[in-house]
Structure formats: C-alpha cells, structure tokens
C-alpha cells in the first residue's frame, strides 16, 4: 500500500486556514453586536426626538398683575358719611391756618429787645425819653397800645393803665381771630372721625348678622370704614391742635410784652405823681 506525502506546505496552509476560521468564528458575533448597538442608540434619539417634537408645550402659569393702590378718592368713598363734614372742618381749619401765619408774618407786633430798649430810653429821659423813643417805633403794634394809653392818661397812672388795658384788648381781639374756630376744629374732628368708627362697626355687625356664614369678607368692609374714618379724623385734628397752641403761644407772648412795657411807664408815672405831691 502507498502512502500519499502532502507537502510540508499544504500543512502549514490548513492549519492557518483552521486557526482564521475558529478566530473568524468567535470574533464575528462580538462585532455584529457592536455595529447593532449604535443604530439602537441612534432609534432611541430618533424616538425621543419625535416624542419631543410631538409633546404639547405646557401652559405657562398666569402672574396675577399687582393690584393698584388705593388712592385718596377710594379711601374717601369707603369712609362714608363722617369723611363729608371732616373734608369740611379740614378746609375750614387749612384757611384759618394760612390766614393767621399770613398776618403774624406780615404784621410788625413788637422788635426783638423792645422792652429792654424801651427801659434804656426811660433810664436815660424818663417819660420823655419813653415818648421819644415810642415815636421811633410807630410802625410797631405794641407801641399803638402805649401811646394810646399815653395820650389818654392825663399824667394819671391809673387812666394810663386802663387806656393800655382797653388798647391792648383790641389788637389781642386782632390776634385772635379764627383760633376759636382752630380750636373747635382739632376737638370736634376726633369725634366726627369716632362717630365714624362706631357706625362702621355698626355696619359689621350687622353684616355678621344678616350673614348665613361669618368670614373675614363679611366684616372687612365695616372695619375698613370704621379705621379709615378714625384715622381721617386725627389727620385733621393734629395739624389744627398744633396750629393752634402755636399761635396762641403768639399771642400770650405779646400780651406779656405789653404788660411789661406798660409796667415800666406805670412806675414812672408814679414817679412823678409822687414828685408832684412831694413838691406840693
């Protein structure tokens, strides 16, 4: 029997045919799994592009504007019935007020160191050096008061007294002009504004009343009315309280004026009454 010889080359041919198959066959599923992986990536993006796209765009939430505020004329329509005579009493009291500082600013009551002067003039010439020195400040009111109580004295010192009291009582009438009327203002606000108060809370209780069900909307509205009337009423009344001790204040200062001034021209006048007597 022959043998058949193959070639060494033949051999060493097979066995690297062998070896690329076994290798061929092992790595090929690893790199079909690797090629199908992108393609399932790129579907997913693809669907999640599409659900994207479909997707309805969700409603945006709807900002509520910021309410306006509340102005002066709504505050005075929820006040009610007592914001009418308070509008009143407020315009009366602005016209007494800007009428007063009106006349105090333009009227000439008395210089600065006027008494202090006037003494220098009575310790320099006496009576004569007071007149001479009153018909230097003619344009002054408290010197109208003194010379009037002068020219009337008839070198007595209690005519002089009471001419100046007479005098005196009639530019204080000047001066306080409308201040009975400010005070009346700054007391009687206050209470038109608590009147106000108790007829809102009025107004609530009987809305609480009338109601099937009690809440804060029920009762808002007389609470409102009763704070806002309240609240009105002090608005006046302050600016008319202040006003008011002010000018007063003015007025006591020039009454204390004249009755300092008037001090010094009674005494001489003493004096001479008593020079008089002592001559005699």
Known sequence: ??????????????????????????????????????????????????????????????????????????LFVTGGWSMW???????????????RMYFFFTTKLIAKGYNQDLQDAIDA???????????????????????????????????????VEREAGEIITLLEKGLVVLAAVSTIAPLIGFLGTVSGMINAFDAIANADQVNAKVVAGGIKEALITTAA??????????????????????TSEVEEAANKIYKEYLKKKATVKTGN
Do not use: H, W
């Open 1 to 74: 029997m022959s043998t058949i010889r193959v070639p060494k080359l033949a051999i060493k041919l097979m066995t690297y045919s062998i070896i690329l198959s076994a290798g061929l066959y092992f790595i090929a599923p690893s790199l079909q799994s690797q090629e199908a992986q992108p393609n399932t990536t790129s579907e997913v993006s693809q669907e999640e592009g599409t659900e994207t796209a479909t997707k309805a765009p969700e409603p945006e939430e709807k900002v509520e504007a910021p309410k306006a505020k509340i102005g002066f004329v709504d």
């Open 85 to 99: 005579p308070l509008l009143l009493a407020s315009i009366v009291a602005m016209g007494i007020i800007f009428e």
């Open 125 to 163: 010439g006496g009576l004569a050096g007071a007149e001479k020195y009153l018909a230097a400040s003619s344009d002054q009111r408290i010197t109208e008061v003194l010379v009037n109580g002068m020219e009337v004295s008839q070198n007595d010192p209690e005519i002089f007294s009471q001419g």
């Open 233 to 254: 009423g002090l608005i006046v009344a302050i600016p008319a309280m202040v006003f008011y001790q002010y000018l007063t204040s003015r007025v006591n200062a020039f």
